[in-house]
C-alpha cells in the first residue's frame, strides 16, 4: 500500500525567506506525485504535479518540487515566500491503476506554513 | 476551465435528520468523482470512489448505508448523509476527475471548494 510522510506539521518562516516542505512517500511500484494548497475553509487547489520526465517540476505561485526516485521523495520548494503563502500544504501519491478505474489519490498528513512579516 | 462546485457550503442540521450535498462539474465530463471528509487540522480521508452510472465504491471503515453516493450523470454526484449525528460533523470535500481520450494516462482530480456540516 502506498503512503505519504509529510514530515514537518508546522513550518514558520519570515517574509521573503525560502522554504521547503518536505514529502516522502512509500510504493512498491511506479507512482504519480502531486502537491496542493488548502487555504481556509476551502477545497484543495493543485500547485503542481509529477507524472514522468524531468525530475523538476514548476507550479503556480513560484512553487517547485523535485522528484528523487532513490529517497522517495519529493520536497516542494519555493525561494522567496509571501504572506499569501500561509496556508496547508499536502503532499498526495496515486497509483497508475492496472485496469481501467480510476486512480485514488492518499494524502499526508499536511504542513500548516505561517508566513510571518 | 475544470470548475467543481459544491452545495451547499455549509449546512446546520438536527441530529436524526439527513442532508444532501451536492458535487457538480461545470465545464466537463467528471466520469468519475470522489468524496472525501476532514477532520478538523487533519487531512482528507477517502470515503469513496463514484463513477458515473455504477454504484460508489466505499473505503473500508465507511459506511455505505449511511453515506449514500448517487452518480446519475457526468457532471453531478451527491452524498446524502441519512440519520445525521454530531460525530458526522466534518468538512466534506468531492472532486472530480475526467478521463481524458483512450489513453490511459493519469488524470488531475479538480476539488471543490467543500461543505462544512455542523450536526446539533
Known amino acids: 500500500a502506498q503512503s505519504v510522510t509529510q514530515l514537518d506539521s508546522q513550518v514558520p518562516v519570515f517574509e521573503e525567506a525560502p522554504v521547503e516542505l518536505r514529502c516522502n512517500y512509500s510504493?512498491?511500484?511506479?507512482?504519480?506525485l502531486f502537491w496542493y494548497v488548502q487555504y481556509p475553509n476551502q477545497g484543495l487547489q493543485l500547485l503542481l504535479k509529477?507524472?514522468?520526465?524531468?525530475?523538476l517540476v514548476k507550479g503556480i505561485n513560484g512553487f517547485e518540487a523535485e522528484f528523487n526516485k532513490s529517497q522517495t521523495s519529493f520536497h516542494l520548494r519555493k525561494p522567496s515566500v509571501h504572506i499569501s503563502d500561509t496556508a496547508e500544504y499536502f503532499c498526495?501519491?496515486?497509483?497508475?491503476?492496472?485496469?481501467?478505474?480510476?486512480?485514488?489519490?492518499?494524502f499526508g498528513k499536511g504542513t500548516k506554513l505561517t508566513v510571518n512579516p | 476551465g475544470a470548475v467543481v462546485s459544491q452545495h451547499p457550503s455549509w449546512v446546520i442540521c438536527k441530529s436524526g435528520t439527513s442532508v444532501k450535498i451536492e458535487c457538480r462539474s461545470l465545464?466537463?465530463?467528471?466520469?468519475?468523482m470522489f468524496w472525501y471528509r476532514q477532520f478538523p487540522k487533519q487531512s482528507l480521508m477517502l470515503m469513496a470512489t463514484?463513477?458515473?452510472?455504477?454504484?460508489?465504491?466505499?473505503e473500508q471503515g465507511v459506511e455505505k448505508d449511511k453515506f449514500l453516493i448517487n452518480h446519475a450523470s457526468l457532471t453531478l454526484s451527491t452524498l446524502t448523509v441519512t440519520s445525521a449525528h454530531p460525530e458526522d460533523s466534518s468538512f466534506y470535500i468531492c472532486?472530480?476527475?475526467?478521463?481524458?481520450?483512450?489513453?490511459?494516462?493519469?488524470?488531475?482530480?479538480?476539488f471543490g471548494p467543500g461543505t462544512r456540516l455542523t450536526v446539533t
Open positions: 472532486s472530480a476527475s475526467e478521463k481524458r481520450g483512450r489513453a490511459r494516462l493519469t488524470y488531475e482530480q479538480y
Open positions: 510504493s512498491s511500484v511506479s507512482v504519480y
Open positions: 509529477y507524472l514522468s520526465g524531468s525530475t
Open positions: 498526495a501519491v496515486s497509483v497508475f491503476g492496472t485496469q481501467g478505474g480510476s486512480e485514488k489519490l492518499v
Open positions: 465545464d466537463f465530463q467528471a466520469t468519475t
Open positions: 463514484s463513477n458515473e452510472g455504477s454504484k460508489a465504491t466505499y
